[in-house]
């Protein structure tokens, strides 16, 4: 279960359809083809969100992540922080292809987010409610860029933008989407400046029987100058 969750979260969070070498595809097409990638069955997965702060104190919290499907055209999935206790904070990210995400949070994740609030942190990382989301491939334009090796590996390269961000978040995001294997491996988040304020990169993706998986994920925040590190428990 956990060797397959692996994949469908890959799949689920950063994930796309595999494109032929020639021509490039159109953002819009590509861009549609992750947003829309819902996973093919229900798990359970165990984790841990590490972010080390600009002090470099280091802080830990178990997650637990959950996805569910809802039919043909919908899935859910919640990510509850300190599982064990009752301090834990609920997060739900609900997809439908075609249609935009709907965000709620809370103890047990009755209320939708506001828009401000799919920006703040998950357990005090870098990783947000948009990010998980992947609320960027919603945006106006998208645009296939070019080819380009990213990690030793041929990606085509995905940029996503908006005229404003009256919600606090970002205005462009810039992804390499692995051509292979179909996942995004790496990803830039800019305001207003050149300068990325965030960076996004999948760490340990391996094929094991046939099928990707990642071990970890990370988000540094380079303006805070904070590392946020989400590790899966894999069996």
Not at 157 to 179: C, K, N, Y
Not at 220 to 226: A, H, L, P, Q, Y
Request: aromatic content about 8%.
């Amino acid at each position: 279960m956990t060797r397959r969750f692996s994949l469908l979260f890959l799949n689920f969070i950063f994930c796309g359809f595999t494109w032929a070498a020639d021509p490039l595809p159109s953002g819009e097409a590509l861009a549609r083809s992750i947003r829309d990638a819902l996973p093919i069955e229900d798990a359970i997965i165990d984790a841990t969100m590490e972010v080390t702060l600009r002090d470099r104190t280091r802080v830990k919290t178990s997650l637990k992540i959950q996805t569910k499907r809802l039919g043909q055209a919908e899935c859910l999935m919640t990510y509850e922080t300190n599982p064990a206790k009752v301090a834990g904070v609920h997060w739900e990210v609900h997809r439908t292809i075609a249609k935009p995400n709907r965000y709620r949070i809370g103890k047990k994740a009755k209320r939708l987010a506001k828009p401000a609030e799919k920006h703040v942190g998950l357990a005090k990382s870098a990783f947000t409610l948009a990010d998980l989301g992947l609320e960027f491939l919603h945006w106006p334009n998208q645009t296939t860029i070019r080819k380009q090796r990213r990690k030793s590996r041929a990606c085509h390269v995905l940029e996503s933008s908006r005229p404003s961000a009256d919600d606090g978040g970002f205005l462009r995001v810039v992804t390499w989407v692995d051509i292979k294997s179909g996942g995004i491996l790496a990803a830039d988040f800019f305001s207003l400046a050149t300068k990325a304020k965030k960076r996004f990169s999948v760490k340990g993706l391996t094929k094991k029987d046939g099928q990707w998986q990642v071990e970890e994920m990370e988000m540094i925040d380079v303006e805070g100058r904070t590392r946020s590190r989400l590790r899966f428990h894999l069996k």
